[in-house]
């Protein structure tokens, strides 16, 4: 399952379902999909995902193998895309939306 996200003036984005949810949590929200986080608490939302993924640690990118291939990238890496997201929503004081 893909779950995308939505704010106005900024481009959706797809994180899988397993990921999102794991995301949705550490911003303090139950994981239910679809949902929303209105405008005003988008701020408080990315304040604790962000405090959640640096007390997370752990690699910061790809582990690569012997071979040349990435065997794990971070939480923290792919949150990315989303925390890009929060700050848009948070710098137009727009809803953010998944479904």
């Not at 999102?20 to 949902?35: N, V």
Request: aromatic share 4%.
């Amino acid at each position: 399952m893909l779950v995308t996200f939505s704010t106005a003036r900024y481009s959706d984005i797809m994180l899988f379902g397993d990921v999102a949810k794991q995301l949705l949590h550490l911003m303090g929200h139950s994981g239910t999909i679809p949902g929303a986080i209105l405008a005003a608490d988008v701020p408080h939302a990315l304040q604790r995902l962000q405090r959640a993924l640096e007390s997370a640690g752990g690699p910061d990118g790809a582990e690569p193998t012997g071979d040349g291939e990435a065997r794990h990238i971070s939480l923290k890496q792919r949150a990315l895309p989303l925390v890009e997201l929060l700050q848009s929503a948070v710098t137009n004081q727009s809803d953010v939306t998944w479904k």
